[in-house]
């Protein structure tokens, strides 16, 4: 039954028919603040489900606000961990949810952020270890962010240790991957190679040109990719609703970039 209900709460976060995805973290809050898109984040829902996102990431205490009820049918990425950047150590997650009672407050998945190749790595594989058997025991899918971070990554966006952070979500039990994009789609095309569940790309730093959001989004899909988990390139976008639908052309129907920024 278990194996049943991951099914289902994965249909709810994916293209059923593409079985790609787009999704919009906006996490953002406990790491940076409340910055300029999620500040509300009942409209910020609405606009990325207006341009037909498949789901959202959120902390917990954010669970309702906009949120079916009245609000926006999305999916819903409930995220486990945390740290601020106020931190001594900010790369160092820790786990703020549990399994169950993101079970609990309705969610479809859940997510954990682990960050390698510094001195809290152990404790945080640990922690993605206890967090993938919960998720197993409840049939709730489990979306890893895997990202090399810390004093020994030379360069965090390497397409050898990207498809190392990538192989680590896939053996520890993540339904879906997360990771930084290489650069092209010959180098991506590694990443994805060596993992055997979806992966997605994050959207990085706010980035000044639209055309270089969605050459990195075609860039991924081309390379085998199964969509996206872009968020400040999406909510704090001047019209969030058509960027989701721009990107989710690509993802999902699998538009070029120049139809895609025609429809921006």
């Given at each position: 039954?278990?194996?049943?209900g991951?099914?289902i709460?994965l249909?709810?976060?994916?293209?059923r028919n593409t079985?790609?995805?787009?999704?919009?973290?906006m996490?953002?809050?406990?790491?940076?603040g409340?910055?300029d898109?999620?500040?509300?984040?009942?409209?910020?829902?609405?606009k990325?489900?207006?341009?037909?996102?498949?789901?959202?990431?959120?902390?917990?205490?954010?669970?309702?606000d906009?949120?079916?009820?009245?609000g926006?049918?999305?999916?819903?990425?409930?995220?486990?961990?945390?740290?601020?950047?106020?931190a001594?150590?900010?790369?160092?997650?820790?786990?703020v949810?549990s399994?169950?009672?993101?079970?609990k407050?309705?969610a479809?998945?859940v997510s954990i952020?682990?960050?390698?190749?510094n001195?809290?790595?152990g404790?945080m594989?640990?922690?993605?270890?206890?967090?993938s058997?919960?998720?197993r025991?409840w049939?709730m899918?489990?979306?890893?962010?895997?990202?090399?971070?810390?004093?020994?990554?030379?360069?965090?966006?390497g397409?050898?240790?990207?498809?190392?952070?990538?192989r680590?979500?896939?053996e520890?039990?993540a339904?879906?991957?997360k990771?930084?994009y290489?650069?092209?789609?010959?180098?991506?095309?590694?990443?994805?190679?060596?993992?055997?569940?979806?992966v997605?790309?994050?959207g990085?730093?706010?980035m000044?040109?639209?055309?270089?959001?969605?050459?990195?989004?075609?860039?991924?899909?081309?390379?085998?990719?199964?969509?996206?988990?872009?968020?400040?390139?999406?909510?704090?976008?001047?019209?969030?609703?058509?960027?989701?639908?721009a990107?989710?052309a690509i993802?999902?129907?699998?538009?070029?970039?120049?139809?895609?920024?025609?429809?921006?």
């Amino acid at each position: 039954m278990t194996l049943l209900g991951k099914q289902i709460r994965l249909e709810r976060i994916m293209n059923r028919n593409t079985g790609k995805t787009v999704i919009v973290p906006m996490d953002h809050g406990i790491s940076v603040g409340p910055i300029d898109g999620v500040i509300n984040i009942k409209d910020a829902i609405r606009k990325v489900s207006k341009g037909g996102a498949n789901a959202i990431v959120e902390h917990k205490g954010l669970v309702g606000d906009g949120h079916r009820g009245k609000g926006s049918d999305i999916g819903l990425i409930i995220h486990l961990s945390a740290s601020t950047n106020l931190a001594v150590y900010p790369h160092a997650k820790t786990l703020v949810c549990s399994v169950e009672e993101a079970v609990k407050l309705g969610a479809d998945a859940v997510s954990i952020h682990v960050n390698l190749g510094n001195g809290e790595e152990g404790r945080m594989l640990h922690d993605f270890g206890k967090v993938s058997y919960e998720a197993r025991n409840w049939g709730m899918p489990l979306l890893a962010m895997i990202y090399p971070r810390g004093e020994k990554i030379e360069n965090e966006y390497g397409v050898d240790v990207i498809k190392h952070a990538a192989r680590v979500g896939d053996e520890l039990g993540a339904d879906i991957v997360k990771v930084s994009y290489t650069g092209t789609p010959e180098s991506f095309r590694e990443v994805v190679d060596g993992c055997n569940v979806p992966v997605v790309i994050a959207g990085g730093e706010k980035m000044d040109s639209d055309r270089g959001i969605l050459e990195m989004v075609k860039g991924s899909i081309d390379a085998g990719g199964s969509g996206v988990s872009i968020g400040r390139n999406v909510f704090q976008h001047k019209n969030p609703a058509m960027m989701v639908q721009a990107i989710s052309a690509i993802v999902n129907d699998g538009s070029t970039v120049a139809d895609a920024l025609n429809l921006l």
